[in-house]
């Protein structure tokens, strides 16, 4: 199967459990890829073929910016139901998101979610 990878989409969101969290909020970063056959886009040099990236980045900007979640494992979960069901090509996506800042002690560079969703057959 063939991907489209989108890399180190960056956001501004209010998700988490802390209260402070869901008033200041935080930067998110956001990594997806998209399983796709681009046999036919890579012959036809069309769009039509293909997903476009910047509906992607728009559907993915919408749920990172829009309603608070307490969880990033929630926000992955919208992401890929909103892939999926928005672009009939996509057979499959991994959605990473990285929290780079959460408030929690400790030294790390970040925590993060990856999940892996597909449509049923």
Known sequence: MDKILMN???????????????????RFYVDVELLTDLKTAGKSDNMIDSIDYGHVYELVKEI???????????????????????????SACTVKITKPDPPIPGHY???AVEIFRGKSV
């Open 109 to 111: 560079q970040s925590v």
């Open 64 to 90: 990172v910016e829009g309603e608070p979640k307490n969880l990033v494992e929630a926000v992955a979960e919208s992401i890929a139901d909103r892939l999926l069901s928005s672009f009939g090509l996509l």
């Open 8 to 26: 180190g989409m960056e956001f501004y969101g209010y998700h988490g459990l802390f209260p402070e969290e869901n008033k200041l909020g935080q």
